[in-house]
C-alpha cells in the first residue's frame, strides 16, 4: 500500500496514527490474505467487532445528551438510520476509504452489493483502529464529524423509518395484501455467509436484495421494492 495513500486518509480522517500498523489492519480485508498469505498483519473484522460497538455508543450518547425529551424507541431508529450499512458505506466514500482498501483482485472488481457492506465494515474497522490509537476522544471527533453530521439528513428525509414497515404500510394500504420475503440463494462459509432475499407482493416477485443475515436482505429488498413502486414517499 503506497505510503501517499495512508498519508492522505490520515489528513482526510483528521487523525495521524501513532502505530500506523492499526489503520493498515483496518484497510486488510480478509480476501486479500486468501491471496498474499505472506502480509504480515492480520484482516480487519476483529477492529470491526470492536469500532461497531464504540460508533454505537458514541451515537447512543450523542442522541440521549442532545434530544433529553425524545421517547427511547424515536432515538432507536434514528441511531439505525446513522450506522447502518448503506450510511456507512456512503461515510466511506467521503473520505475515499475504497482507494486504500486491501482487497483481492476478485472483491476489487465487484462495485456491486458485496462493495457495499465491504466498504460499511471497514468504516467500522477504521473506528476501532482511532480507537485503539488514540482512545475514546478522537474516536468520538471522528464519529461526530463524519457520521452524526449526517444526523439532520436523516431527520429531514425521515430515513430513520424502516423499509420493510414502510413498504408493508403502503402495500396494505394500496393493495390490501402483506409482503412476503423468501430466500433465492445463500451462500459462502458459515462465518461469512451471504444471502438474496426476494419480496413478494402476492404472487408478484417485485426485487431482490443481498446482506449479511437475512435481515439485511430483507431490509434491502424492501427498500428496491419501495423504489420499484415507487412508494413510501423517498
Known amino acids: 500500500m503506497p505510503e501517499q495513500d495512508l498519508d492522505r486518509l490520515q489528513e482526510q480522517i483528521g487523525h495521524q496514527f501513532a502505530d500506523l500498523n492499526l489503520l493498515k489492519q ?5 480476501s486479500y490474505l486468501n491471496e498474499n498469505p505472506s502480509h504480515p498483519l492480520g484482516q480487519n473484522e476483529r477492529l470491526e467487532f470492536l469500532g461497531d460497538a464504540v460508533l454505537e455508543l458514541v451515537t ?9 425529551r425524545t421517547p427511547e424507541g424515536e432515538m432507536t431508529n434514528w441511531r439505525a438510520a446513522l450506522v447502518n450499512a448503506t450510511m ?44 485503539l490509537d ?5 474516536a468520538k471527533e471522528f464519529i ?4 452524526l453530521v449526517r444526523l ?46 426476494g419480496v413478494l407482493l402476492g404472487d408478484e416477485l417485485i426485487a ?13 429488498a424492501a427498500e428496491e421494492a ?9
Do not use: C
Not at 458505506?89 to 476489487?108: H, M
Not at 461526530?144 to 457520521?147: I, K
Not at 419501495?226 to 423517498?234: D, F, N
Open 26 to 30: 483496518a484497510l486488510t480485508h480478509r
Open 60 to 68: 447512543t450518547e450523542y442522541l440521549y445528551e442532545r434530544f433529553p
Open 88 to 131: 456507512l458505506a456512503s461515510v466511506a466514500g467521503d473520505i475515499a476509504l475504497n482507494d486504500a482498501l486491501l482487497l483481492s483482485r476478485g472483491e476489487a472488481r465487484d462495485t456491486g452489493r458485496a462493495r457495499h457492506y465491504i466498504l460499511a465494515n471497514a468504516m467500522e474497522a477504521l473506528i476501532g483502529a482511532i480507537y
Open 134 to 138: 488514540g482512545g475514546y476522544v478522537p
Open 144 to 147: 461526530e464529524r463524519f457520521v
Open 152 to 197: 439532520q439528513d436523516v431527520l429531514d428525509k425521515k430515513l430513520y423509518r424502516d423499509a420493510k414497515s414502510l413498504l408493508q404500510e403502503d402495500a396494505q394500504e394500496r393493495l390490501g395484501i402483506t409482503p412476503r420475503y423468501e430466500v433465492v440463494k445463500e451462500w459462502g462459509p458459515d462465518h461469512a455467509r451471504q444471502f438474496r432475499i
Open 208 to 220: 431482490e436484495g443481498e446482506g449479511a443475515s437475512k435481515q439485511d436482505a430483507q431490509q434491502v
Open 226 to 234: 419501495l423504489k420499484a413502486k415507487g412508494w413510501g414517499g423517498r
